[in-house]
């Protein structure tokens, strides 16, 4: 499997082959997703990560799944074609959570401890950018470019990845860590998975403590450093806040403050996510 320090760094494969060339995965179509995704998926949570020592380095950022899940693509697949949108009665579509939060403001690293405690599975957008570029595609370059610029991945690449993501995991309960990241993002998933969050969990975070953070996160991102920082918290607060603001008037946001540490925080999420309808958990 590609190492995940490789695919924060942005550079191409070096292990020989675990996973194909672009050319070489488009033949293999779905079943190299569903081996690759799979793979990434079904990496058991922490035991107890609420409890557990804060460490960035040694923190990853993953695709969680309830081991006890079985990969079932067919059901998902139904799920997002012929069902999605639909209202009353859609007891298979799956009870998604939008985590959104400027940089650095600790969406991962609750997330994690989310999905360990809540039985969530995890999509972190950015490690699944992270993981095409990591892949050596075409598409991957292109994502690498923008990342670096802090500018936001055209909607039609991050929304298939996640789609595809989501479809691999077969979750009844789904995260979306760092996505939309601005309307157009919103409406490509809304209009392709054809299905809206049920929640947004917003993390709110002054500047300085997200600035603060991620020049300490220490993962060898090419976008932790102070120039692209500057440019991501621009779009955030031009692009991301309006889709926050949006699930706003729906009624759909709770917002969290981010300060504090980490278990601090986490213990106005475990409030909220204690507090879910049965619907997120009786699926
Ligand atoms: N409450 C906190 N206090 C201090 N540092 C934190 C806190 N939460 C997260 N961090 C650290 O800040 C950095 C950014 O957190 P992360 O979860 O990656 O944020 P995001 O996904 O929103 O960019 C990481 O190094 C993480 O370990
Ligand atoms: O839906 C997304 C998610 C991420 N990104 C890009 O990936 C980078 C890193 O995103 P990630 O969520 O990993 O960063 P975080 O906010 O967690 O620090 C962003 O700055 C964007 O350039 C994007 O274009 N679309
Ligand atoms: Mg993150």
């Not at 557990?52 to 990969?71: F, V």
């Not at 403050?257 to 879910?276: C, Q």
Request: net charge neutral; hydrophobic share 35%; with cysteine.
């Amino acid at each position: 499997m590609v190492t995940e320090e490789r695919a924060r760094r942005g550079t191409a494969r070096t292990d020989g082959g675990a996973i194909a060339p672009e050319t070489e995965e488009k033949e293999l179509g779905d079943e190299m997703w569903r081996r690759r995704l799979g793979a990434l998926l079904l990496r058991s949570p922490p035991a107890s990560s609420s409890t557990a020592p804060s460490s960035c380095q040694h923190r990853r950022h993953h695709l969680l799944l309830p081991s006890e899940e079985p990969l079932a693509l067919g059901r998902l697949a139904r799920l997002f074609t012929s069902q999605a949108g639909s209202d009353g009665g859609d007891t298979l579509k799956p009870f998604i959570a939008f985590v959104l939060g400027g940089p650095g403001s600790g969406k991962g690293t609750q997330c994690t401890k989310i999905a360990s405690d809540f039985g969530f599975a995890h999509l972190s957008a950015g490690d699944l950018l992270r993981h095409e570029i990591a892949s050596g595609s075409e598409k991957g370059e292109l994502i690498l470019d923008i990342i670096k610029e802090g500018r936001i991945v055209p909607s039609e690449i991050t929304v298939e990845l996640i789609r595809k993501a989501m479809e691999m995991s077969n979750a009844k309960r789904v995260l979306i860590d760092g996505f939309p990241r601005c309307e157009e993002n919103r409406i490509a998933f809304e209009r392709i998975v054809g299905t809206e969050p049920d929640i947004v969990v917003f993390f709110d975070c002054p500047e300085d403590e997200m600035v603060k953070r991620l020049l300490s996160r220490n993962q060898g991102r090419v976008d932790d450093n102070i120039e692209t920082i500057k440019k991501r918290l621009k779009v955030f607060e031009n692009l991301n806040i309006p889709v926050v603001d949006y699930y706003s008037s729906r009624g759909k946001v709770h917002k969290i403050k981010a300060t504090g540490t980490e278990d601090e925080i986490f213990d106005a999420v475990r409030r909220l996510f204690s507090s879910l309808s049965r619907r997120a958990y009786d699926m």
